[in-house]
């Protein structure tokens, strides 16, 4: 089956820093990635849906410019945590699919405490 | 975008059948009936989609009810590894934009 990296798998930042997290598809071309959190004994909440090559789409209420989003290839998408507070902190997953399927793969999930 | 209503849990033998219900009365024609698991502290996992007939993978059965308003996610025979929160999701629309409930909490007995 299709294969969905994230790496880190846990990282503790502090206060006003900034994190990146990488998502990768390890066997096929992810032509659509999608960033979700998840805080304790909640479901997943989409954040935004990116397309190899343009601009990612944010769900209502979640910031562009402190969440940013690259998807520069089709094996790659990336999340940059910016000026990341306490309040940051969350379980985000990574999903990706491509055109030859109807499913969503997921990566493992990156925890990310700010202290 | 449908809205889902699941059990908050379900609890189950080891080795029995699991029949795990989902309400979706107001799904579009279009839409798929996805479902994923999640297991503890990870990202979560597709288990079966379908559109109108039953569907069987080695993961699962999933029973689609004719009006289509709701779904039974059936494992045939549950095993420890089973227990996980089981999401029932219609997609939303051609871009695939998945809407998380709250799922059901499916604890497994040894």
């Known amino acids: 089956g299709a294969v969905v990296s994230q790496h880190p798998s846990r990282v503790i930042c502090k206060s006003g820093t900034s994190v990146k997290i990488e998502c990768r598809s390890l066997?096929?071309?992810?032509?659509?990635m999608f960033w979700y959190r998840q805080f304790p004994k909640q479901s997943l909440m989409l954040m935004a849906t990116s397309n190899e090559g343009s601009k990612a789409t944010y769900e209502q209420g979640v910031e562009k410019d402190k969440f940013l989003i690259n998807h520069a290839s089709l094996t790659l998408s990336t999340l940059t945590v910016t000026s990341a507070h306490p309040e940051d902190s969350s379980f985000y997953i990574c999903?990706?699919?491509?055109?030859?399927?109807?499913?969503?793969?997921f990566g493992p999930g990156t925890r990310l405490t700010v202290t | 975008d449908a809205k889902t209503t699941q059990p908050n849990s379900m609890e189950s033998n080891e080795e029995e059948p699991v029949h795990l219900p989902c309400n979706h009365s107001t799904i579009s024609g279009t839409d798929y009936i996805h479902w994923y698991r999640q297991l503890p502290s990870q990202g979560p996992e597709y288990v079966i989609h379908?559109?109108?007939?039953?569907v069987n993978n080695r993961m699962a059965s999933l029973a689609i009810a004719e009006d289509r308003k709701s779904s039974t996610l059936i494992l045939h025979r549950a095993t420890l590894r089973d227990a996980a929160v089981y999401y029932c999701i219609p997609e939303a629309g051609n871009n695939r934009k998945l809407i998380w409930g709250l799922g059901t909490s499916l604890a497994v007995n040894p």
């Open positions: 999903s990706a699919s491509s055109q030859a399927s109807d499913e969503q793969y």
């Open positions: 066997d096929f071309q992810a032509t659509t």
């Open positions: 379908g559109l109108t007939s039953n």
